[in-house]
């Protein structure tokens, strides 16, 4: 077994300066992560920040054309594919497979350092209808920490992979969800969120000290305060569904979590204009679909908005994306929603913006950019919504992969979907024993927007106001994470396994590379050796994926479900 710091002491060179490396050798805490340090990727979303941009310029619109693959990893039993998001630190690449499997492998080559498999109760996986994938680690502390479906946290060593804690925080026979979301690290503390949004369920996000595993406190999504229970008619909050299945970040300067939370359930109710007096979950349902700030040290609720109330649609506020930054002096923090529309807050969750990224939206008219308020929206009572057709459609105008801001540009790049769907909407009955159910309310099918195509985009915009530089557009929705790089790049590794990379300024595309299978996980960039490498994960699968093949055909007709890669790149 090879150890992690055989690069230690290395001078590291990066673009055309040379510079030796105080990072390594270093422990990940939080301060390191604030700083995000251009040769690593030390958290989700790059940094606290969420920027999902890396600062490296080796690779550059210059020279992408002779970008080619590095290395493979194969993580083996990728059922459903891969949506994990890497992670990189001092040249050691961290990423997550299906069945919560954690990798620790060399950067430059791909050599695997550990693998960590954990045990988990297959009969309850296979219940469940969030897996068997993981969505990625955090590190800190010298340590790697990764959530598995079956409800447990682990602390793992960050040189060994050896288990050093192993926390259970939620009874999954009971409650059949479990973790398929990384957890966030920050001040000592591990963060994550549980699955839920269609269980009847209360969608806890729990804090469990770095050091130890011991359980720090917990967060109930669905009525976790008193004022919130009031907007549960029927005691409904007690099946309510919730959860906050993305990570979300930290701010500093608030000692605060921000955190995306999930859709209430059953998703589609059946109330009709009468939701806040009728139907399953009569009332405005805190504190789903919301986002939520929460004391790192306490857990206690500091602010919150709700982007959708009683949410009717599964368009759920989960992503995890909080892109922090400053404008004249204003600092902001901008945050996505599955409903197709973009959030502009202050560092205190007070709105200050609300932008629509694509057309095709019905489920309200409009969202009032000053107060948040939902315009002409639809409800729907039992029965058939087929004319209009409900848009977007239930995989989101947005989903939950992350777009990027670049700093140096000014323009915020995120994909926007262009789709629909028809409905018909069926009262159901909360099952909780002696496991709980799936909650749906509905039976829905993929729709074309009226008077159109199915189609996806990347935008380049600005983030504030939403105004549109340029669009690079796809013929189906892409489902993977984008990136920004100093050296004038953004990439997109959209659904049909081609990885693109565009100028930064105006959308050109400069290169593409097929990676064989479709993305739907993260792609990060780091330096191991002084190389600059880019790194994405390539595997088709899951509830959003397997609607490719019967509505668009194709490729996604011969696509595998159960094969998946890290495939990395550098210059030949």
């Not at 109330?271 to 139907?279: A, I, M, N, R, V």
């Amino acid at each position: 077994m090879k150890t992690w710091w055989c690069y230690s002491g290395l001078p590291l060179v990066v673009g055309a300066t040379l510079t030796v490396s105080s990072a390594l050798a270093q422990t990940v805490d939080t301060a390191r992560i604030e700083a995000a340090g251009q040769n690593d990727w030390l958290t989700y979303h790059g940094s606290y920040k969420s920027y999902h941009y890396s600062p490296l310029s080796q690779i550059n619109a210059g020279n992408v054309g002779n970008l080619s693959v590095a290395w493979i990893h194969i993580p083996g039993r990728s059922t459903r594919g891969l949506q994990s998001m890497p992670v990189a630190a001092d040249g050691v690449l961290y990423y997550t497979g299906s069945y919560s499997r954690v990798f620790a492998l060399n950067g430059a080559t791909g050599e695997v350092i550990w693998s960590y498999f954990p045990e988990l109760d297959e009969a309850l996986i296979a219940r469940q209808t969030h897996s068997p994938y993981n969505r990625g680690v955090a590190l800190g502390e010298g340590k790697v920490f990764v959530g598995t479906m079956d409800g447990r946290l682990f602390g793992l060593d960050a040189k060994t992979g050896k288990v050093l804690w192993e926390t259970k925080l939620i009874d999954s026979q009971k409650l059949t969800v479990g973790f398929t979301g990384a957890p966030l690290y920050a001040k000592g503390t591990v963060i994550i969120g549980a699955q839920g949004g269609e269980w009847p369920g209360r969608g806890p996000i729990f804090a469990v000290d770095a050091a130890t595993g011991k359980k720090k406190w917990e967060f109930l999504t669905v009525a976790g305060t008193d004022d919130a229970m009031k907007t549960w008619g029927n005691d409904s909050w007690r099946t309510g569904g919730g959860g906050g299945w993305m990570p979300g970040t930290y701010d500093s300067e608030t000692n605060t979590v921000l955190w995306g939370t999930a859709n209430p359930a059953p998703l589609y109710d059946w109330s009709g204009p009468d939701f806040k007096t009728q139907g399953a979950r009569p009332g405005d349902n805190l504190y789903t679909s919301s986002v939520i700030g929460l004391d790192i040290d306490t857990g206690k609720l500091k602010f919150y908005h709700q982007e959708l109330p009683h949410d009717a649609w599964d368009f759920d506020s989960a992503v995890g994306e909080f892109v922090m930054l400053e404008r004249d002096g204003q600092k902001y923090v901008v945050h996505p929603n599955k409903g197709g529309f973009v959030f502009v807050y202050d560092r205190n969750l007070g709105l200050k913006n609300v932008w629509p990224l694509v057309q095709n939206i019905n489920f309200v008219k409009t969202i009032d950019p000053k107060t948040g308020e939902l315009i002409g929206r639809r409800d729907f009572s039992v029965g058939k919504v087929t004319e209009p057709p409900l848009c977007p459609y239930i995989g989101g105008g947005i989903s939950w992969n992350s777009g990027s801001y670049d700093p140096k540009t000014g323009l915020y790049y995120k994909l926007g979907q262009e789709w629909c769907m028809t409905l018909d909407v069926q009262k159901t009955t909360p099952v909780t024993t002696p496991q709980a159910q799936l909650n749906i309310g509905a039976d829905f099918k993929m729709a074309p927007p009226p008077g159109g195509e199915i189609y996806g985009h990347l935008d380049a915009r600005d983030p504030i106001t939403g105004a549109k530089k340029w669009e690079v557009r796809y013929p189906e929705p892409p489902l993977g994470s984008v990136l920004s790089t100093a050296g004038n790049l953004v990439f997109v590794p959209d659904s049909r396994g081609i990885l693109h990379a565009y100028d930064a300024e105006n959308g050109a595309e400069l290169w593409n590379h097929s990676d064989g299978t479709g993305h739907q996980g993260g792609i990060i960039s780091y330096t191991a050796n002084g190389k600059q490498y880019i790194a994405v994960t390539a595997g088709f699968g899951g509830m959003l994926s397997d609607d490719y093949a019967p509505n668009f055909g194709g490729v996604y007709k011969s696509m595998p479900r159960d094969d998946g890669a890290l495939i990395v790149y550098s210059l030949k």
